[in-house]
């Protein structure tokens, strides 16, 4: 008596992997979740810290080169409107040459939030008070001056969705950027 060998033929394995890849495709933006806008502000915050902190380890400029250049911040933090935000940050590097009066932006951390979330705009003069709103449009930077004080700004988000709202507050005193998930 010859036995059958039971099994599954290579073309049977092959449709079964091809069903779970589609289905998996499918299933992943839904398991992925939609981010959330104070988890964005948290993102913005650490970049603000960052620089601040890289600012410090950057000690003060040059007296010639701030007076020509007209800033004495050694990090900056920009903040490039669009779909998607981008959040760049760079420290001031100057000429080595001592008698020399310039300097160059050179961009050390680039990120780009996530195009569900959007900055709405930002305040100059931040406040912890959520009755204050938003009040431009523009490119905000934030500059880090080599005390680690940054400044002072209300930075606005959102989702899409206009379900979550977060504000990032830079305080001038120093320190850490407080995040809110209201505004």
Not at 37 to 65: F, L, T
Not at 102 to 131: C, D, H, M, Y
Request: glycine share 8%.
């Amino acid at each position: 008596m010859i036995r059958r060998q039971r099994g599954f033929t290579l073309v049977e394995m092959m449709v079964v992997v091809a069903i779970i890849g589609i289905l998996v495709v499918v299933a992943y933006p839904l398991l992925k979740g939609r981010p959330r806008a104070i988890d964005v502000a948290a993102q913005v915050s650490a970049k603000i810290s960052e620089a601040a902190r890289k600012s410090i380890s950057g000690g003060a400029v040059r007296a010639n080169v701030a007076q020509s250049i007209g800033v004495t911040a050694r990090t900056r933090v920009i903040i490039e409107l669009g779909s998607p935000t981008v959040v760049s940050t760079e420290r001031l590097v100057e000429d080595a040459a001592l008698n020399s009066t310039s300097a160059s932006w050179i961009e050390f951390n680039r990120i780009a939030l996530p195009k569900q979330v959007q900055v709405l705009g930002w305040r100059e003069i931040p406040t912890l008070s959520p009755t204050a709103g938003v009040e431009l449009t523009t490119d905000p930077t934030i500059y880090c001056e080599p005390d680690g004080r940054c400044t002072g700004m209300i930075v606005y988000l959102q989702t899409t969705d206009t379900k979550t709202r977060a504000r990032v507050v830079v305080l001038p005193l120093g320190g850490t950027p407080v995040t809110f998930d209201s505004w």
